[in-house]
């Protein structure tokens, strides 16, 4: 039998678990200074072609939006996103309580279109009243969106373009981001993604992982990024157990086909 419940209904691939048994003695250093947190990220920068890129490895979904837009946007900002985005609809209103606001727009077939972010912020900007306003810091995507679908290269280009005409952050939520790359249907990079965002994660808890999230920052992270992610309950003490999943993940290219396994159940 399939189930297709949720991308929680099991524990952690096999090869994860035999790492975390087999390096489970070793005497290492906490809060990711050890050598598999370290290996992992250089195999992350790699994959991403950006070997200046900072990487941090985080516990969840939640507590990385979280964390990532509360570090990038002042306390007058707000963060643009789909309605059905998931930083709209399925956060508990994590990203609220850091305060943020979330300005949902209309969305087609999940997808936010650059010019629905393009014309919010113009009207924006022409109100004589914006400084009354919450200012849009920052732009949301899901990529696979909540609906599965998929943006193009051509989609994040627009997205991107306007993002940076109005020096406003992308950033990407990459969750379930391994079946987006793997899609017989995308024309999207690991590359391309780091090209036209600011930051976006690489989803491991949905994608074989116990647990934990890949945080990338193509150029350069927020000042104090780490301290933040602290000071929000977010820093693993056992840093260990995030670097050798991911490390295990991006060895053999395990985290492709784990994402091509899934897509090809789904086929059957």
Request: glycine share 10%.
């Amino acid at each position: 039998m399939l189930f297709f419940v949720n991308d929680y209904c099991e524990g952690a691939h096999e090869a994860i678990l035999r790492r975390l048994v087999e390096t489970n003695m070793e005497k290492l250093p906490g809060y990711g200074f050890d050598k598999y947190t370290e290996s992992a990220k250089e195999k992350i920068r790699n994959a991403c072609g950006c070997p200046e890129a900072e990487v941090y490895l985080l516990g969840g979904g939640t507590q990385t939006n979280a964390v990532v837009i509360a570090s990038m946007l002042n306390r007058y900002e707000g963060v643009i996103a789909a309605e059905t985005g998931h930083v709209n609809g399925h956060e508990a209103g994590a990203i609220e309580y850091t305060g943020h606001k979330v300005l949902a727009l209309p969305q087609v077939n999940g997808k936010l279109q650059a010019e629905t972010v393009k014309a919010y912020v113009e009207r924006f900007y022409g109100d004589a009243n914006h400084e009354h306003m919450v200012f849009p810091g920052m732009v949301y995507i899901s990529h696979p969106t909540e609906y599965g679908t998929l943006y193009t290269k051509k989609e994040l280009e627009e997205l991107s373009a306007v993002c940076r005409q109005y020096e406003m952050p992308l950033f990407l939520d990459g969750a379930r981001l391994g079946y987006g790359l793997v899609s017989k249907e995308t024309d999207v990079t690991l590359e391309d993604i780091a090209r036209l965002t600011d930051v976006f994660y690489i989803g491991g808890t949905k994608v074989g992982a116990l647990c934990g999230e890949a945080v990338v920052f193509p150029k350069k992270a927020p000042k104090y990024f780490m301290t933040l992610v602290k000071q929000q309950g977010a820093l693993l003490a056992k840093g260990r157990l995030a670097g050798v999943q991911f490390d295990t993940l991006f060895t053999d290219d395990l985290y492709c086909k784990i994402s091509k396994n899934a897509i090809e159940t789904a086929d059957r």
